[in-house]
Each structure stands twice: as C-alpha cells, then as structure tokens.
C-alpha cells in the first residue's frame, strides 16, 4: 500500500503541521490500519525527517499498547520496526509482543523454542520468518477444531516436538498423526463462525435457522467459507442440519434474498454480497462485461421466478441495454434478436423490442428464415422459432425441409416432422401416414447413414418407440442401425441413450413384432453380433424373439423343464409382477430425477440408479424365463413307488441312524430343513431308486428305507 496522497501532498509541500493533524486523525480513527502509517513513516525517513518519524510511530506505538492491539503493533514493527527501535531491541520488543498475543497458548512457549525464536537474535530478517512460522504452528495449537479432506472435523490433541506433529481427533475416524510442515496443506483451522465448527458445537441452533430463517442458515454458510460455491457444496456443509426430505424446499425460500449473487450458467454459484445494493452492483459489472447471450442468462435471472428475480430497477437496465443490443443484432444475427425478443417479452417488456418482432426479423429471402432458426442457441426458444416460421412464412415446408438434415434438437424435429405431417398429404406416401416425400426421403437418409447426423438418428431412434409408423418404415434396418451405432465411436455421447432402447419398454422390443419371419434371423444375428448390449438384454431381446418366432429355436426349442410347488411358482409371478410394475418404473423415475441434477461424470445417484435398473431388469428376465419352463409338482398325482420330484425319502445310514430327504425343485431347496433340489448332485443319485437301493451320501453308503408323499 502507498502513501494516502493528502498525506503525500503534505510531505512533499513540508507541510509538518497539518500532516501530524491528519496522522492524529487517521490514528484515531483507524488505529489497527497501521499500514498506511507505517508507510508514511518510512516515506518520512526518506525525506530527512527520520526523528519526526520516529517521534510519530512512538505515538502510534503508545495507542497500540493502551488498546491492548498487540497484532497490530506485531505488524507495525514488521513495516517500521528499525526506525521503531535500535537494532539490539527490537527482536526484545517483538518476543515481547508475541508474548501478549499468545502467552496463553498452552504451546507457545515449546513452538517458539521449536521454530528457535531465541537464537541468532541480531538476525532481523531471520526472525521474521520464524514469526510467520510460528504463527503458522499456532494455528494449529492443542484445543483447535479443524476440517480435513475425507475425515471431517477433528481437534488438535497433541503437539509432539520431537516428532514435529500434531495429534488430530476425527470423530468416526479416530486419531491421525500430522506432521508440521504437513498441516497447513492438511489442515484448515476453523474459527468459531465456521459453518463445520458450528455443526458441532451448536446443531440445534442451525436446525433451528433451517426451519425459521433459511436465508440466514444460507448466508451463514457462505459467509463462513468467504467464497462462492455450487449448489452441491451448500447441500454437503448442511447435511445433518437440512434432512434430505426438506432440502428442495428449503433451498427454494434460502435463495430469495436480495444479497445473494448467483453467477455462472449450468453449475451455477451462490455468494452473499455486503448489502442488497452491493449484490445488484456486483450483478450489474458481471451484465456489462458479460457476452450477449450471458446477459440474456442474467436478464431471465433477475426477471424469473428464481432466487433473484424481483430487483426492478435493475432490471430495467438491463432490459434497455439488451434492447439496444437486439436492434444492433437483427440485421446479421437474426437468432441472437429472436431470443433477446422472446426474454424481453417474457419479462412483459415487449414494447421495447417491438423493433425486431419475429415478423420482422422472418421478413425476406428464404435464407433469413433457415439462418434465423440456426442461430437460436437456446434449444427450448428454437421450437418457438419453428413454429414462428410457420406462421410467418408461405415457404415454411421449403425451410423446414432444408433445415430436416441440419438440425439435432430433438423437439425442434419433433415439431417439424409433426408439422409436415399435419400438412403433407397429397405429397406423401399411403405407407408414410402422409409424410411429405422430402420428409420421407430424410428418414430414409437417417437409416442409410446415420454417422452423418448421429444426434438426429437417435432422435429417431427414440421417437421410434412410440410412433409404430416410423417402426414399421424398415424395421430390421431400425433395429440393425441401433445395434450398429451402440460401438461405433460417433456416438459415444449418445450410447447410454441406445444401450435403453433394448430395455424392456425400448424401441428394439418394440420393433420385433414389425419383423418378418424371413427377417427374424438376420435380426437374431445383429443382436448376438453387438458387442455393446449387456448380457440380460441380449438375452432379453432374442427370448423375446424366439417367442415370437418359434421356428428361431428349432432342437433348441424345448427348454428343460422347471419343477416347482404352486405356491412357489405363485410367489415368483408375485416377485416378477412386483419388478416389472413395481420397482422398475420407480427406479426409471429415478434415472430421469438424477439425470436432471446435472453431470452424470461425477453424478453418484445417476450412476447408482442405472446399476439399479440393470440389477432389476437382469432379475426379471431370468424370472420370466424360468416361469416359462416351471411346471407344478402334483403331489396328489406322485406314484411313491420310487423316488421321484415330490416324494419323502428316509435313508438307513450307516451305524443304524436314519435321515430324510424330501426332493423338490430348487425354488424350494432348504438344506438346514432336510429339502433338497432334484438339480443337486443328491438329487440326482436319489431320483428313480426304490426301497432296499443302495445311495451314496454324503460320502458314506445308505439305503432307500421308505418312500412317501411329500407334504406340501
């Protein structure tokens, strides 16, 4: 910091007089800012004046000791400490000064032997450094609550100066040794305000925050941390404050608060301003530097129903300035114009972009119309851009076919190909349900090539599942191209989204039943080709087709049958009918409410949900297909005559001890209860002997003593 400039003006005139009235003044005012003094000291010390210099830190040093500012008058002798005191002294004058800062600390006296605070004493410089060293340590003194990375919050026990390390507590976690020089990078000392130390100390009193005042719990956060943070980093530091059950709502009222300053687009950040003027200045020089479409971001902000929205004066300023810059757009970014249009009127402030309403921008060649579209950036706005095309423009169907092989927003070519659908008629196929040839040629394309337009094939792809027209079109290249499309390296982005399409409910079990007989080997050969698929739904997709196809399985046809009691086979119809109507639809709410918080590289819930859906989906395959091949066991129907699936058989061990085995199918295998699985090795041996027949069990010899009815 350099000399105040009255203070500068007053040296350079020698002006002495008014110059001891403003230091007097700025002293009395601010003593701890010492600065600014100590600048002026030596700025003093450099024009001759080194005694009225010296004279005025004296004073200074005098107000210092009777407040009792002992860190204060530490950096004072920091800046002026040679024109303070004799060289000899002033070492003496700074242990002296750390004694009154920390002669409480019960590790002060050990650290300041352990940084050697009392050697080479003449060594100013030196000593300098084994201060800030010293401080450093003292952050960490026995009694210090602190956070660490992956272990939580903790308290200093110990301080070992012969190891040089510090003893941490981590409740849940027990102790950890740190050393010194470690714990600065470990380590973060939290101070009585800190939002971790106080969920420790006072719980209550948050929970209380959470309930009564969120804004007050928000900002406490915030400005305990003194930086900005995401959404997630909020929701981390309270958890165990906001029960997940009420976090949607309390995040809702903790943003409404007119000193929250939100930035960034997507991942945004939350910072709590000094004063609710602070927070719209700082949103204001965020606007003015920010890019067009950034500002457009920040306008929706604070018109929106969000955290900010309401700031109108703010907003007004905001709404000019962005109405200056459509005007200055409309000529050669017709796009950037469409979308400042839509939020201006959106706010209620359409009169002030009356100049570039969508029919003006859309007035002109064809050219203007495809141009305008593409330069909507916002994927929700360039829907409304379609749909003003066809309002506007006589040669909507020619820019709407134009712009088919250009497009990727999903609902942009929903709403096209609905359009031209709802319009086609006389230029479309019967087979096409009135698809206008052009449309239908594009369609052909996406099959033909899908690398080309990889978002817009899977677009189709999707669509597919509920539109049976655009199933039945090609229905083996569909399901070819899909399968295809799940290992090529053009759609890693779009992957996942393809591996769902062979789930149950999925475009490629919605296709089989559009395939021909002739066509169903082929489709069995591309589904056994894709590497891609997990294993349960390629096995999912070609029992599903085989069943459709029964000729597929030919010897292979007749599965082994399943023995099981009714009960049994009941309670995993039960099973099955709860997975598939039950818990696959909550997990696939799930999905979708995980895929909506944001970056699914880093999104746990996301990828927790997906592993879900495969567990589930994989459990009701193998459960539909052994229903398939389960046959009940009638025990009223057994023949006891032998051991058979459904009978009771005592066995004459060895040493005249008897045991019974009841033989049932491995739904109902009970080894601890003496029921065993005709599948099992025992099964095996048992089934078909009669009494008197010699079985090997367990090892050792026995025999067939009584064959009975099963009960069920």
Do not use: C
């Amino acid at each position: 910091m350099t000399v105040p400039a009255e203070i500068q003006a007053y040296i350079e005139e020698g002006d002495w007089d008014r110059l001891e009235d403003a230091w007097a003044e700025r002293l009395a005012a601010r003593p701890s800012d010492v600065e600014p003094l100590a600048e002026t000291a030596r700025a003093l010390a450099g024009v001759d004046e080194e005694e009225r210099a010296r004279f005025l830190l004296e004073l200074v040093d005098g107000e210092l000791a009777e407040r009792g500012l002992w860190q204060a008058r530490l950096e004072l002798l920091r800046r002026a400490g040679s024109l303070l005191a004799e060289p000899d002294a002033l070492h003496g004058e700074i242990l002296a000064t750390l004694e009154r800062l920390h002669a409480e600390r019960p590790s002060f006296a050990p650290m300041a032997e352990a940084v050697g605070l009392h050697r080479a004493t003449h060594d100013v410089p030196k000593t300098w450094e084994k201060v800030d060293r010293l401080e450093q340590l003292l952050a960490y003194d026995v009694g210090t609550i602190v956070a660490m990375e992956g272990r939580g919050v903790g308290t200093v026990a110990e301080a070992n100066f012969q190891l040089e390390s510090f003893k941490v507590d981590f409740a849940g976690h027990g102790p950890l040794q740190v050393g010194f020089r470690a714990a600065p990078k470990m380590l973060e000392p939290l101070g009585p305000s800190h939002i971790l130390r106080r969920k420790l100390e006072s719980l209550g009193e948050l929970e209380r925050l959470a309930a009564e005042d969120p804004s007050e719990l928000l900002r406490t956060v915030l400005t305990s941390r003194g930086r900005a943070m995401t959404a997630g980093e909020i929701r981390q530091d309270l958890a165990g404050v906001v029960p997940d059950a009420r976090w949607t709502s309390f995040w809702t009222a903790a943003r409404k608060h007119p000193q929250l300053v939100v930035s960034g687009k997507g991942r945004q950040t939350y910072a709590w301003a000094e004063t609710a003027g602070h927070a719209e200045d700082a949103v204001w020089t965020s606007f003015e530097a920010a890019a067009p479409r950034a500002r457009l971001e920040l306008f929706r902000r604070e018109t929106g129903p969000g955290p900010t929205g309401g700031r109108r004066e703010l907003a007004d300023r905001m709404a000019a300035d962005l109405a200056r810059l459509g005007a200055a757009a409309a000529a050669d970014d017709p796009g950037l114009a469409f979308e400042i249009h839509a939020a201006l009127e959106r706010a209620g402030r359409g009169e002030d972009a009356a100049v570039f309403a969508p029919a003006a921008l859309l007035d002109g060649p064809r050219g203007r119309a495809e141009a305008l579209v593409a330069g909507v950036e916002d994927r929700s706005l360039r829907e409304r851009a379609y749909a003003a095309v066809r309002e506007v423009r006589d040669d909507w169907r020619e820019v709407f076919v134009a712009r088919l092989t250009r497009e990727d927003e999903p609902r942009s070519l929903d709403r096209m190909l609905e359009t031209l659908r709802e319009a086609g008629g006389a230029e479309g196929d019967a087979g096409d349900a009135a698809l206008p040839r052009e449309a239908a040629r594009f369609l052909d394309g996406l099959l033909a090539q899908p690398h080309r337009q990889p978002a817009a094939f899977v677009w189709l792809a999707e669509r597919a599942a509920g539109d049976p027209a655009l199933r039945a079109r090609t229905p083996l290249r569909l399901l070819q191209q899909v399968l295809t499309a799940i290992g090529r390296d053009d759609f890693a982005a779009w992957r996942q989204k393809l591996k769902d399409m062979a789930d149950t409910g999925g475009t490629l079990p919605r296709i089989l039943p559009h395939l021909t007989p002739e066509q169903a080997e082929a489709a069995r050969e591309a589904i056994h080709r894709t590497a891609g698929l997990e294993a349960y739904q390629r096995d999912n997709l070609t029992q599903a087709l085989e069943l459709r196809f029964p000729a597929l399985r030919g010897e292979a046809a007749v599965a082994d049958v399943l023995h099981a009691l009714p009960a049994s086979i009941a309670a995993k119809l039960a099973e099955l009918d709860r997975i598939t109507k039950v818990e696959l639809p909550a997990n696939r709410r799930a999905i979708e409410e995980a895929r909506a918080m944001g970056d699914l590289r880093e999104n746990f819930e996301y990828k927790a949900a997906r592993q879900r859906h495969e567990v589930l989906s994989a459990m009701a395959t193998e459960l539909d297909r052994d229903l398939h091949r389960a046959r009940p066991i009638d025990l009223a129907a057994i023949d006891p005559g032998q051991v058979r699936v459904g009978t009771r058989v005592t066995l004459a061990v060895d040493g005249g001890a008897e045991r019974e085995v009841t033989l049932l199918g491995p739904w109902e295998s009970a080894p601890e209860r003496g029921v065993v699985s005709y599948e099992t090795e025992l099964g095996e041996r048992l089934l078909g002997k009669t009494v008197g027949d010699e079985v090997e069990v367990d090892g050792a010899p026995a025999r067939v003593a009584a064959i009975a009815v099963a009960s069920a």
